[in-house]
């Protein structure tokens, strides 16, 4: 049975709600409480970007609680939104901060894996204004950041969590607009080196909605152990503190006092 559908996004993506088949998470919210069925025909609601767990499951029971509303309303996508785990592997603590979720294999042969975008309007990156109706780059690129770390944790070292990635570079190109609805990021290992001491890599992404690409990555990286590498970064850190501390005359800052 065909369902028209309307998008569900968080409430920071206000902007690109107006006047399309799309409701922030606040508007559904209200409209779950009104004792009146606002919905003429039946809906199939289709979660979006921005929109956090913890309000989504809130929506889910205030529906299942509204009969007459939930007779119209198809709400897998934000049940499923609701329910799963984002992906652990980031090397994030707060999973508000977690920008993928899990990671699947989808060709084998040439080592290629899809993770889907998952943005939390509570995340860091979206603490302040959010300008226009897209996603923002940085949304994007941190998207990324976290993909190569989740799928060469999970898939090359098994889920050893005691690495240190260390990016040697990262070249990003946007090609389109991304907004916040449902997206994937592609994952490609391009290059593998791996030996006892550490493991060096080349991966390509690219980010795609609606079978279009919003934007591509390639980056150069390294995994050490992290606790040979905590060592050498101490030494470094030293090093740099010492060099602005101690009298030279290669660096000399004038502090006003008055």
Known sequence: MEFNKIVVVGDKYSEYAKGKKALT?????LLAKLPD??????????????VCKHKAKKVIDDIGNNQRLKS????CSVEKLASEHKNRHTHKWDERNILIGQAEKVDHKLDMYALPLVIDDNCELMGDHQTGQHVQGMLVVEACRQAFIAVTEEFVYQKQSDKYYVINSMSIDFA???FPLPAIVHFEFVEKDVNERRGRFKARMSVMQNQTKSASMDVSFSVYSAKSIQAKEWELAESATEAVVSPSDHFNMEQDCA
């Open 176 to 178: 389109n607009f991304l």
């Open 37 to 50: 069925n606002l919905f003429p025909d039946e809906y199939e609601l289709i979660a979006g970007q921005g």
């Open 25 to 29: 998470i606040s508007q559904l919210e």
């Open 72 to 75: 119209k309303l198809k709400t």
